[in-house]
Every structure is written in structure tokens, then in C-alpha cells.
């Protein structure tokens, strides 16, 4: 039997210590440009293969999935996700409760991802006969949450049902993680008093008024515009201190590296650019312009961990990728025209000059995210990750250090940016800059980026100016604005389980089985900086097979058919027309 078949069908632990074999006796003695092959090919980022078995298990409503827990059935779904998942076991709960009428009132939880309702302890016996007879046959899971050791149903003081939904492949498993916790509550002295706490209230008076309130109430792990509402009490409704009420957007930034107009208008603009003759490679080379689908996949990991995004705007050079749903609500796709306006030069093909103009887009909130194409969400997680209640940005230094040399014409671009980066804070604040940033997503602020744009005039206009990146060039929203924000009492550091991986790496395959294993970060960075034409396909490869088994689910954002030609001249001839209305202000 092959060994990637052996991997694929052994225990996590036995995997691993095949990879780690893997990793230290084999992939050193093979050729340099042979070992990422070489790693893909023994690295399984599949799950087992227990559907090619038979064609009817293939087309079966379950699936048997092999869990943390065991072995679960999960229900297959090709299109759902955690808040669809979470809504789900929730809803089936409070139709029930309804159903035998029991009263209940929904109350937020710690947790981000679970729900919770409250009943009174004196219905217990009731409801567990009744979640047992609902879970019963159904697939269902009913868990004891407190106490958590040794606890039955019949006597504890809070219980979790799920149903849980995996996507056709059994890639991804949406289990009681995503379930609805029922709460048994004391009546005592005029009041009731809960299990445990929550983020409100874990005592309330029987007489406090019975009122509706919309599923944002609850907790951030919704849209901000869901207003299907649920039966609380009203000091429920009230927003502690420490929830984040403020609009929240996204920004990308896209090419196709692929078009030949595109290419074309590259091949024109480096004819104009002499200078880069004696600059690094890395300011041109095409894998910086190499799109592999990774938009698709990073709009899923917004669309199934962070449903309290409020918009998403999409920068490109006029391209649309052929399966993105330009029709949709929340996104909208904003031209460089758009932008630049009369500043800058266009065509570009300098990140650095386009993250300079980012925050020209109209429309977009005062407090925003900025994301790269190759930088995933790894898991649920709430907006304070970012930003604090009272709206400032956090940061997330990198261990790597900001060269302390001084800077060479041929330094690689984002060294280069560094250093100048550097030379700003020393000059205005007298402190030295030296550490780079995480290749997470960026938290940001429109008022503080525009105020860098006026102080900094000189530095941001050139940057806008340079078609390439530019040895003069500052990196303004991936590190400048960070530190910029932090000395003017606008940001504050922040902590994020992270991880970056260097696609031309051998060892990333063997990393990425981890993480399909673990799904235990945040956010995670795929990134490629240079690779020849040989390693590139095999990245392409690993990412073709890496990436529909972390994220199996797709986003609202995708085309189940191919955009006609008409809808992508539509959008071209829509940044035109903007682009001739004049962008005076920097926040207009």
C-alpha cells in the first residue's frame, strides 16, 4: 500500500511521527528543488478515504467523520458554515421548547461561538426527556457542560445539543462546538439566579420584563444587520462595556498576475522604470503577481469566522475574478482609478502605492481591516481580536527584527520600507522601530491613515508615484500606521495565535497537515516570495489541495456559474466613470 495512502488512513499520532520522519532523514538528502515534490506528494491534506468505497455512500445524507471526540455521523451540507450551523442547533431547540411549552429566554454566553438559552430548574426532567427524544435518531449530540466530569444529563446544571454538519468530503466537521447550551435557573428570594456566569447578568428578578431583541444582542458572532429576534430579558438587551459597536470592513487587494492586459501594461511600465536595474528582483518578480484562487478561499475564512464584518471593497486594476458575485450586498470592487484619482501613477504594480491609497475609498469605515489575498482566518473569532471597545487598533509585532543597517539601493522591497519606515518614527517621535509586523490581517483607522498622508506628505506622495516598489518607498498601512497609531495613543499591542509559511518551503506541506489537524490559529499566512516556474506549480498543487479541505464552504461571494463578459465590462466602465469625479479630500 502506498505511504500516502497509509497516511491518510492512520491515527493523527502515527502521521506525525511519519512526517517528522519525513521532514529530517528524507527531504534532506533529496535535490534542493525536488523536496517540496517530494513532501506534497507523501503529505496527505485529504480526509480518509472512506466514500470511495461505494457509490451509495457517496450520495448518503450522513457521513461517519473521525473527530477529536471519536467518531461522530455528521450531516452532509456543501453549503454551510459555523453561524448557519450554530443558528441551526439553536432554532431546532427553541422550536422544541416551544413545542412542549416550556418557557425559556435566550441569554448571551462567554463563549463566541455556542448559544444558550435559560429554563427554570424545575422543568429539567422535562426538557432532558425532551432533548434526548430530540437528538434520539437524528444524529444529535447531548452533552453535560457543568458539572464537567462524571455529570448526567438528568442532574446537571447546564447541557449542549448539536447536530453536527460536515461539508460532502468530511474535510471539515461543525460539531458541539457550535451547539445550543441550555441553562437550568434557580427561583429563590424573588429572583433567578444561573449556573454560571455570563457576560451581563447571572442573576435577575422574576419580575424583569420579558422583551424581544435581534440575534446581534447576543453576542459579535453575527452579521450586524441579522435582526431575527428572540425572547430575552430586557437587561439582556443592554451591551456590556466591552462589546465593540462600530462598523467593521475589509479591504483587499487583488491582481490576476495571468491576463495578458494586465501583463502587457507591466511589460510597458518596467520599459519606463530604469532605475529598477539596480534594484532587487523582488520589486518585479512575478510571484507577486501570481493569483492561485487564494481570494476564494480567504473570503470564505471571513464568510465562515467572522460573520460581524460590515463590507467588504475589493481594490483591483480593473480585473474581476471570473467566479466573484460583484452583485452581492456586502462587496463591492473598487478600481485604482478610483482611488488614485489625480495623485500617484497609474497603471501600478507597487502594493506599497496602492496601500497608500487605500483609504480613498468611498464609502469605507472609519475602522477597517486590511487583508492580502494569501492571509486566512483559521477559526471563529470576535472583533475585540482587533480593535478595543473604545476603537482603538491592535498590533502584532513579528519576532523579526527591522534591519539595522542602512538601506541599499538592492535591499528587498519590504526591508527598504522598513528602514524608511524607521527614519519617519525616529524623526517625529525619537524612538527607533524595530520590529517588522505579522502578516495578519491589518486593523486600521481611516482618520489616522489620512493624518499620515498630511504629516508625512513627502513620503506617502512619492510612494503613490512609483509604478514599482521603490527603495524610497514606506510600507504606510502593513507597519507605518501601526507604530504611528501607537505613539499617538490610538493603538494598543495585541496577542494573535498565527503562523506564516513560505510556500517554497519543503517543510510547509508537512505544516499544513497540522493545521488541518489542529485548526488551532486565528489566522495563518500562505505566502510566496520568489520561486522558479517548477516549485511554482508545485505550490499551485499544494494550495489546489490544502485549501478546499480547510475551507470546504462557500462564501455568499462566489458565482455557482461564470460571470457573463457583459458584467465584467460593466464594472471596468464603472471605475472609469468614478474615476473622474476628483478625490480632493484624502477621507472623501
Not at 491609497?357 to 475585540?384: M, W
Amino acid at each position: 500500500m502506498p505511504l500516502r495512502r497509509i497516511l491518510r488512513l492512520a491515527p493523527w499520532d502515527v502521521r506525525s511521527r511519519i512526517l517528522k520522519t519525513v521532514q529530517h532523514r528524507v527531504l534532506p538528502r533529496m535535490a534542493e528543488d525536488q523536496r517540496l515534490g517530494m513532501a506534497r506528494r507523501l503529505v496527505s491534506l485529504e480526509p480518509p478515504p472512506r466514500l470511495s468505497f461505494r457509490r451509495a455512500a457517496a450520495r448518503a445524507e450522513t457521513i461517519r467523520v473521525r473527530t477529536a471526540r471519536g467518531w461522530v455521523t455528521a450531516r452532509r451540507d456543501p453549503a454551510a458554515g459555523p453561524a448557519v450551523v450554530r443558528r441551526q442547533n439553536l432554532d431546532r431547540v427553541i422550536a422544541a421548547l416551544d413545542e412542549a411549552g416550556i418557557e425559556w429566554f435566550r441569554i448571551p454566553t462567554k463563549l463566541l461561538r455556542t448559544t444558550a438559552v435559560a429554563v427554570r430548574r424545575t422543568d429539567r426532567p422535562a426538557v432532558i426527556r425532551l432533548l434526548r427524544e430530540l437528538t434520539a435518531g437524528s444524529h444529535g449530540l447531548l452533552d453535560v457542560v457543568k458539572p464537567r466530569r462524571g455529570g448526567k444529563p438528568a442532574t446537571a446544571d447546564i447541557v449542549k445539543v448539536s447536530w453536527p454538519v460536515a461539508d460532502p468530503r468530511g474535510s471539515l466537521v461543525l460539531g458541539p462546538e457550535l451547539g445550543c447550551e441550555v441553562e437550568f435557573w434557580t427561583e429563590r428570594d424573588g429572583v433567578l439566579a444561573g449556573p454560571r456566569g455570563n457576560p451581563i447578568a447571572d442573576v435577575i428578578p422574576l419580575d424583569e420584563p420579558v422583551v424581544s431583541a435581534p440575534e446581534p444582542a447576543f453576542g459579535p458572532f453575527s452579521s450586524p444587520a441579522d435582526r431575527t429576534a428572540y425572547r430575552t430579558r430586557e437587561i439582556f438587551t443592554l451591551p456590556s462595556p466591552d462589546r465593540i459597536s462600530f462598523p467593521i470592513d475589509v479591504v483587499y487587494t487583488w491582481v490576476d498576475g495571468g491576463d495578458p492586459q494586465w501583463q502587457a501594461r507591466k511589460a510597458a511600465a518596467l520599459g519606463e522604470n530604469a532605475w529598477l536595474d539596480a534594484a532587487s528582483r523582488l520589486a518585479t518578480n512575478n510571484s507577486r503577481y501570481a493569483s492561485r484562487d487564494e481570494l476564494r478561499y480567504s473570503l470564505r475564512s471571513l464568510h465562515c469566522f467572522a460573520p460581524w464584518v460590515n463590507h467588504i471593497y475589493l481594490v483591483t486594476d480593473d480585473q474581476v475574478p471570473q467566479w466573484l458575485d460583484t452583485s452581492h450586498p456586502g462587496l463591492t470592487v473598487v478600481s485604482h482609478r478610483e482611488i488614485f484619482g489625480d495623485t500617484g501613477r497609474l497603471p501600478t504594480f507597487n502594493s506599497q502605492a496602492i496601500e497608500s491609497r487605500l483609504h480613498r475609498i468611498p464609502g469605507l469605515s472609519e475602522h477597517f481591516l486590511y487583508l492580502n489575498d494569501d492571509v486566512f482566518l483559521g477559526r471563529p473569532v470576535a472583533p475585540d481580536l482587533f480593535f478595543t471597545p473604545g476603537g482603538l487598533t491592535r498590533f502584532f509585532p513579528s519576532n523579526a527584527q527591522v534591519d539595522s543597517a542602512p538601506r541599499r539601493p538592492d535591499d528587498p522591497p519590504a526591508d527598504s520600507a522598513g528602514k524608511n519606515n524607521r527614519e519617519l518614527i525616529r524623526v517625529a517621535f525619537g524612538r527607533v522601530l524595530t520590529r517588522k509586523m505579522m502578516h495578519t490581517p491589518h486593523p486600521s483607522r481611516r482618520s489616522v491613515i489620512a493624518e499620515i498622508e498630511e504629516r508625512f506628505a513627502e513620503y506617502v506622495e512619492a510612494t503613490a508615484g512609483h509604478q514599482f516598489r521603490h527603495p524610497d518607498d514606506i510600507s504606510l498601512l502593513s507597519s507605518l500606521q501601526q507604530y504611528y497609531a501607537y505613539l499617538t495613543g490610538r493603538a494598543a499591542p495585541g496577542t494573535i495565535a498565527y503562523a506564516y509559511a513560505d510556500l517554497a518551503n519543503p517543510t510547509t506541506p508537512l505544516k499544513l497537515a497540522g493545521l488541518l489537524r489542529h485548526r488551532h490559529l486565528d489566522a495563518f499566512c500562505l505566502n510566496d516570495t520568489d520561486s522558479d516556474e517548477v516549485v511554482a506549480a508545485e505550490q499551485e498543487a499544494l494550495l489546489a489541495e490544502f485549501l478546499p479541505a480547510y475551507l470546504p464552504f462557500p462564501s455568499p461571494y462566489e458565482l455557482t456559474g461564470p460571470r457573463p463578459t457583459a458584467a465584467v465590462v460593466a464594472q471596468v466602465d464603472r471605475g472609469r466613470e468614478l474615476a473622474a469625479v476628483p478625490t480632493n479630500s484624502p477621507v472623501a
